[in-house]
C-alpha cells in the first residue's frame, strides 16, 4: 500500500510525526508567548460573569449565522486599535489561504519570501495565479523582481511575515514599506502571528512597534498564540474586507467560531494590550538568552525574538538532543523536514513572559550538556 511505503520511509529518516504526550516540564514549546493560557483558570470567574452568556455553537457560517453580537464586538474593538476594517476568520489557516488564493486573480501577481508559512504558501497554490518568489528577507531580489515584473501586472502582493517562525528573525519592515512606495500598484501584506502580543506599544505587532501600521495593506493576526485564544483576523481597507466577505472561499463556506470562543477572544486581547511590562521582560529575557545560545554554540544565533533556533544539523541529531532535554523536564521538540529545509534541522525554543530567570538557566546548563563539543549546531 503507497501510503504505508510514505510512513516507512518517514520512519527511516527519522521524521514521522506522532502526536507529543506525557509533557509537563519547562514548555519551550507552546506558543503561547505572553503566558495568558497558562494563566487560564485565573481568568475563568471574570470571563463567566462578564461574557458567559454567549451561545456555545454559531451552527452557521458568518454570512448566515442568526447570533453575531460577539463576533461584532470583537471586530469593533480590534478596528479601533487598527483603525482598518476588521474580519473574523477561524485560523490562521483559514486567513491566509482564504485572502491569499481569492487576491490570485488575472492581472495580480504574488512575490512572496522563500520561507514564508505554509498556509500562505498553500493560500498562493490555491489561487493558481501569477507568482514570483525571493530569497528569505533579500531586499535586493525583490527590487529585481519588482523593476522587470511589476509594470506588466496591475496589482502586485508582496507577502511576508514579520517574526519568522522557525528562525526569530524579523522582516525588513521599513525597506519594504520604501519599496512599495516606489510602486503604485504594490500592495504589502504582512502575516504577524508572531509578533501580535509580543512586539508594539499595544501588542499590535511589529507593524505598530516601526509605526508603519498604516502601510500595510493586509495584516494576517492569529489569536491563537500569544493571545491564547481561538481564530484569527483579517486587518484592511474597507474595499478589500467587502472583497473577502464576498471572494474569501474560507471565509464563506466555514461554521464560525462559537461566540463563546470569541467572546473569551475579546478578553484575552483586552487582557493582552496592556501587558507593557510583560512585553518589556520577554524582549529582555529573549536578548539575554540569545546571547548565552551563541555562546554556548560559538555561532551567532539570526534570532531577534522569542523564537531561538538550536540547530542540530541533522533530523537523528535533533531527536537526540531533544529527548535528552525532555529527560531533564524541558519540553521541546524537534522540529524537521518539511518544516525546515535537510540539514537545518533543529529545535525551536520558543520563549514566555512567564518563564523566570532561573528557568532559562536551567534550560542553558541542559542545552550546553545536550549540544556537547562534537555537535553541528548553528
Request: charged residues 25%.
Amino acid at each position: 500500500m503507497i501510503y504505508s511505503d510514505i510512513l516507512s520511509s518517514l520512519t527511516e529518516e527519522n521524521r514521522l510525526r506522532t502526536i507529543p504526550s506525557g509533557l509537563g516540564g519547562i514548555d519551550l514549546i507552546s506558543n503561547d508567548y505572553m503566558s495568558l493560557g497558562a494563566r487560564y483558570s485565573e481568568f475563568l470567574s471574570e470571563f463567566s460573569d462578564n461574557y458567559g452568556n454567549a451561545p456555545m455553537s454559531a451552527s452557521a457560517s458568518r454570512l448566515l449565522q442568526r447570533y453575531q453580537k460577539d463576533h461584532l464586538a470583537l471586530e469593533t474593538m480590534l478596528a479601533d486599535l487598527y483603525h482598518k476594517n476588521i474580519l473574523l476568520l477561524n485560523s490562521g489557516y483559514h486567513a491566509n489561504t482564504g485572502a491569499l488564493s481569492s487576491l490570485s486573480v488575472p492581472g495580480t501577481l504574488i512575490v512572496s519570501d522563500k520561507l514564508i508559512h505554509a498556509s500562505m504558501i498553500d493560500g498562493i497554490r490555491l489561487g493558481h495565479g501569477d507568482t514570483a518568489r525571493f530569497a528569505h528577507n533579500d531586499m535586493g531580489m525583490l527590487r529585481k523582481i519588482l523593476q522587470k515584473k511589476a509594470s506588466l501586472y496591475k496589482i502586485v502582493v508582496v507577502a511576508v511575515e514579520s517574526v519568522y517562525s522557525m528562525d526569530g528573525d524579523i522582516a525588513p519592515l521599513r525597506e519594504l514599506v520604501e519599496i512599495k512606495k516606489d510602486y503604485p500598484n504594490v500592495m504589502l501584506y504582512l502575516d504577524e502571528a508572531h509578533a501580535f502580543g509580543v512586539f508594539g506599544e499595544n501588542g499590535l505587532g511589529v507593524a505598530e512597534e516601526l509605526d508603519l501600521l498604516s502601510d500595510i495593506d493586509i495584516l494576517i493576526v492569529t489569536l491563537g498564540k500569544a493571545a491564547a485564544g481561538y481564530g484569527a483576523f483579517i486587518a484592511t481597507s474597507e474595499a478589500l474586507h467587502s472583497y473577502f466577505i464576498n471572494c474569501a472561499r474560507s471565509f464563506i463556506f466555514s461554521t464560525a467560531l462559537p461566540p463563546y470562543l470569541i467572546a473569551w477572544d475579546k478578553l484575552m486581547i483586552e487582557k493582552l494590550v496592556g501587558m507593557k511590562e510583560e512585553r518589556k521582560y520577554l524582549r529582555e529575557s529573549s536578548a539575554w538568552f540569545r546571547k548565552e545560545i551563541e555562546a554556548i554554540t560559538g555561532r551567532p544565533c539570526q534570532s531577534r525574538s522569542q523564537i531561538i533556533p538550536l540547530h542540530a544539523g541533522s533530523a537523528t541529531r535533533a531527536i537526540e538532543m531533544a529527548s535528552r532535554l525532555r529527560e531533564a523536564g524541558i519540553d521541546v521538540l524537534p522540529i524537521r523536514r518539511p518544516t525546515v529545509a535537510e540539514g537545518t534541522e533543529r529545535l525551536r525554543l520558543s520563549l514566555s513572559a512567564g518563564l523566570k530567570k532561573e528557568d532559562l538557566c536551567k534550560v542553558l546548563y541542559e542545552v550546553k550538556a545536550a549540544v556537547g563539543h562534537d555537535s553541528p549546531t548553528a
